[in-house]
């Protein structure tokens, strides 16, 4: 059984940073990709950023050059920094494991909300 908890979340205006934390429980970690994925309310859950065991890294266009993904194995736990926020940015933050063949584990969410 995965575990992923999700934290880092808050209420911040814009042009301001918050950095999102996701720890893993009851798998390798250090073997699986890792991810955060986002849903507005009304919209469909998107790719944020993704980043392999080998650390490379894959960002939703919006997101490119403003958001980091990071991960250290020995903690299990996979970073999401956030810079530069925007209104558009508010969304339920979820964090995700890759199985290998698909998307198959995830957190319960961390809210984030800018304001204007």
């Known amino acids: 059984q995965v575990a992923l908890v999700e934290s880092g979340g808050g209420l911040v205006q814009a042009g301001g940073s918050l950095r999102l934390s996701c720890v893993a429980s009851g798998s390798i970690f250090s073997i699986n990709t890792m991810g955060w994925y986002r849903q507005a309310p009304g919209k469909q859950r998107e790719l944020v950023a993704a980043?392999?065991?080998?650390?490379?890294?894959t960002y939703a266009d919006s997101m490119k050059g403003r958001f980091t993904i990071s991960r250290d194995n020995a903690k299990a736990t996979v970073y999401l920094q956030m810079n530069s926020l925007k209104p558009e940015d508010t969304a339920l933050y979820y964090c995700?494991?890759?199985?290998?063949?698909?998307?198959?584990?995830w957190g319960q969410g961390t809210q984030v909300t800018v304001t204007s």
């Open positions: 980043i392999t065991t080998g650390g490379t890294t």
């Open positions: 995700a494991r890759n199985s290998g063949s698909s998307w198959s584990d």
